[in-house]
Each structure stands twice: as structure tokens, then as C-alpha cells.
């Protein structure tokens, strides 16, 4: 492992990095079966790394292995490893992967000082093989050590659930659920990072001083909460008009048909009043004092829109965009973990007539 202590520095923000790819000519010919993209990482406007991403389509290379040793780079390293001399992929290869077919060679890695750490370059992989890999793909990745850029590659691997396939090569296959369940785990490590302006709260070294205090429930999260709430409102009453009284039945869907089973008997009034715990938690969110959770229909009520405001956050950015840009930022903005956290814990510790929490003011 390289020592990320001595290479890192703090306050490194991941929120200020960003991708620009300089991909192969449109119509070159060179091209067909492998191509090749220059990928480089900026942090705001400055470029701050760089790296190359050959991607080897095994149905269009008529002889994959020679195309890609003509790259004359690692590419040539693992068409010789990967591939027999008439072009099919070995045996050992086929075995160790799910599904071989095409290969995205990831290679030639530059970063520089203060984002030369494991997870800020696992986090670029993990984004170029999102981009170029769009079915099953083996991804081939050095498989070197000591302090060089080409080790901090192999340590972005491992963190992405590569294995050691030779000496010289890592394979990440993304047939399997273990690489997007391990990048997921790196892009919350980033933003937790990015929420506490570069710091890095994972860090047993990280130091906590002048983080005491700070306001969870900041006004751009509450709005967006505010936003799901009144989503979550909108919907149930629509399902209180088409339902009233009816049982749900198993597969049922919508709204109150995601509640746990034993909530499908409940009446009309029952629903209205799930209804009205959305409006009442809304209106909590709009206003200046705080989130009162009065019963635990409200408990109910509010993990279904802390839910769906992180879902908002994640899949609908331009409408959250627009609904807190009035809005003045803060690093803890949409930390759903930690606003569980505050509600429910306070919830639990007070009588349900006790205000539980207050909300920064707009």
C-alpha cells in the first residue's frame, strides 16, 4: 500500500472534480474493434490527472490480441495474457471471468498532489467504467507495487473488487454484483468527504475540531425533504380517492402498497390519516422551528420521505438544483444518514409532545 498520510493533503475537496474525455476520430478506421480515449480529471477548471482507457470489442477485433499489441502499451501485456496467438480468449481466462467477451484496459495513470489517494482514483475507475463499459466487461488494471502512480491504480482496483488474475494483471468483472456494491461504497466515501469540504471523517486521524455543532438539518436539506414529503402527500391522497376502503391485495403497488403487509387492511380513515402526517411533517419542513414528530405514524411517515429525498438527490439533480438555489450551501446538505440519525434518535429519547430538533432558518 502507499502511504496516503504522507500523500494527501486535508481539505482536498472531491466535490470539485469533474471528467473531460478526448475520445478516438469519428471515422478513423484504426479504430474499429479497439479504441482508445484520454480521459483527464479536473479539479474546478485545473487538470490534476489523467489516465487512458483502451476498450478491446472482442465482436468487432477480427484478431483482438494483435490489434491490441499494436497499441505497443499494457494493452499489448494483456492481449498476450488474455488471448491465444488465433485470437480467442485462453482458457484460464474464460474460467476466471463470467462472462468473457470484451476487455476495457485501464493504464497509464498521472495524478498529482493533493488527490493522489486510492479512493479519489478508485472513484475516477469507477466513472470510466460506467462511461465505456456498457455490458459485461473484463477491466484489466496493473498489478504493480511500491509508490508509483501505476501501485495507486492496482490499490483503486482492489478497493473496486478486482482479483489477481497473474503477476501483472487485476480483473474486475463486471458481470458480478461485488464491483458495484464496492463502487458504491467508494462514492459514499467521497461524499462524505465532499460534505465536510475535502476532510476525510473515515479517517482515524481526522481531526473533529470545529465540527461539533454543526446544523444536520441545513435549509437546503430541509427544503428537499419538504419537496418529498409534499410528493409522498400528493400521492397518498390521490391512492385515499382510489382505494377507500379496499384491502390490498400481495403484489399491490403505489404508495401503500410499499408499507409493510400489515398495514394492507387498513380503513379509508387509516390512509387519510397517513395523508395528513405527510401534510403535517411538510409543513414542520417549511417552517422556521423545527420537525415535530408527534406519533409513530409520523415516524412512519418521515423515514418514507427522508427515503425519497435521498432518491431526489441521486436521480432528479435538476430539480433539486432548482429547488434550494435560493439557497445558501452548506458541507452537511443532504447527509440522509445523519438526518436518520438526529430525528430518529431525538424521537426516541423524547415524549412525542417535545420538540425534537431545530432546522437552520432560511
Not at 474493434?33 to 479539479?43: D, E, K, M, P, S
Not at 508509483?148 to 474486475?172: K, M, P, Q
Request: glycine letters at 4%; aromatic letters at 6%.
Amino acid at each position: 500500500m502507499t502511504d496516503q498520510a504522507t500523500r494527501s493533503q486535508p481539505k482536498a475537496d472531491p466535490s470539485t472534480l469533474r471528467l473531460v474525455r478526448h475520445v478516438h476520430r469519428l471515422i478513423d478506421p484504426a479504430a474499429e474493434g479497439v479504441q482508445t480515449w484520454q480521459i483527464a480529471l479536473l479539479a474546478d477548471d485545473e487538470t490534476v490527472g489523467s489516465l487512458r482507457a483502451t476498450r478491446g470489442l472482442y465482436w468487432k477485433g477480427h484478431n483482438l490480441r494483435q490489434r491490441m499489441a499494436d497499441e505497443q502499451s499494457f494493452a499489448a501485456v494483456v492481449a498476450e495474457q488474455l488471448l491465444d496467438a488465433a485470437g480467442q480468449f485462453r482458457p484460464e481466462f474464460e474460467e476466471f471471468v463470467d462472462l468473457p467477451g470484451s476487455v476495457l484496459v485501464i493504464d497509464n495513470l498521472h495524478i498529482a498532489a493533493p488527490w493522489d489517494d486510492p479512493q479519489v482514483v478508485a472513484a475516477l475507475t469507477s466513472s470510466v467504467i460506467d462511461r465505456l463499459a456498457d455490458n459485461p466487461f473484463a477491466v484489466v488494471l496493473p498489478r504493480v507495487s511500491g509508490d508509483t502512480e501505476e501501485a495507486l491504480l492496482a490499490e483503486a482496483g482492489v478497493l473496486l473488487s478486482a482479483e489477481a488474475f497473474s503477476d501483472e494483471l487485476l480483473i474486475i468483472d463486471t458481470s458480478l454484483a461485488a464491483p458495484e456494491e464496492s463502487a458504491h461504497r467508494v462514492r459514499e466515501h467521497l461524499r462524505s468527504r465532499a460534505r465536510y469540504g475535502g476532510a476525510d471523517p473515515w479517517n482515524d486521524d481526522w481531526d473533529e475540531e470545529g465540527e461539533e455543532g454543526d446544523e444536520v438539518l441545513t435549509a437546503r436539506t430541509r427544503e428537499v425533504l419538504r419537496l418529498a414529503l409534499q410528493e409522498l402527500s400528493d400521492q397518498a391522497w390521490q391512492e385515499v380517492s382510489t382505494l377507500g376502503d379496499q384491502p390490498l391485495q400481495r403484489g399491490a403497488d403505489g404508495l401503500f402498497g410499499s408499507l409493510p403487509r400489515v398495514t394492507w387492511h387498513q380503513d379509508r380513515l387509516w390512509r387519510r390519516q397517513m395523508a395528513r402526517a405527510f401534510d403535517d411533517l411538510a409543513a414542520d419542513c417549511a417552517s422556521t422551528d423545527g420537525v415535530e414528530l408527534r406519533s409513530t405514524s409520523e415516524e412512519m411517515t418521515l423515514h418514507l420521505g427522508i427515503a425519497r429525498a435521498q432518491d431526489l438527490t441521486r436521480n432528479r439533480p435538476r430539480l433539486v438544483s432548482d429547488a434550494v438555489a435560493a439557497l445558501p450551501e452548506e458541507r452537511q446538505d443532504f447527509d440522509w444518514d445523519a438526518c436518520s440519525d438526529v430525528l430518529f434518535q431525538d424521537f426516541s429519547n423524547h415524549s412525542p409532545s417535545v420538540r425534537v430538533t431545530r432546522l437552520v432558518p432560511s
